[in-house]
């Protein structure tokens, strides 16, 4: 076997070589700095959960006033929607989603 001696580089091949390796440097710590804060991100939303919707799983009976329809339902952000018709009268209700508690109530009715 023979073993090649590579010249030495010249000055200005020199500051492009550490040019280069500093350039190389900044990318990898870039990189590893995106993938600790993807992985700090994940870790929080796993230690933040309050569990899974299986697991609190409760029976609650909300009543609605005789003769009541349910029109429709929706799911907007934390919130359960449910629109209904009574008596010709239209009436949306909303509640929590994770606690399925009332959290407002709209009527709307015809002007006289």
């Known amino acids: 076997m023979t073993d090649?001696?590579?010249p030495e580089p010249t000055p200005?091949?020199?500051a492009l070589i550490a040019r280069v390796r500093r350039m190389?440097?900044?990318a990898g710590l870039t990189s590893a700095l995106a993938v600790a804060v993807v992985l700090i991100a994940v870790g929080y939303r796993l230690y933040r959960g309050e569990?899974?919707?299986?697991?609190?799983?409760?029976d609650i009976i909300a009543s609605l006033p005789k003769g009541?329809?349910?029109?429709?339902?929706?799911?907007?952000?934390?919130?359960?929607v449910l629109?209904?018709?009574?008596?010709?009268?239209t009436e949306i209700r909303t509640f929590d989603a994770k606690t399925l508690k009332?959290?407002?109530t709209l009527?709307?009715?015809?002007?006289p």
């Open 102 to 104: 009332p959290a407002g």
């Open 83 to 89: 629109t209904l018709d009574i008596g010709g009268v």
């Open 12 to 14: 200005e091949q020199a």
């Open 24 to 26: 190389m440097l900044i």
């Open 4 to 6: 090649t001696v590579a």
């Open 68 to 80: 009541a329809l349910i029109v429709s339902t929706a799911v907007a952000g934390e919130r359960l």
């Open 107 to 111: 009527k709307f009715v015809n002007e």
């Open 51 to 58: 569990g899974s919707p299986a697991a609190a799983t409760t």
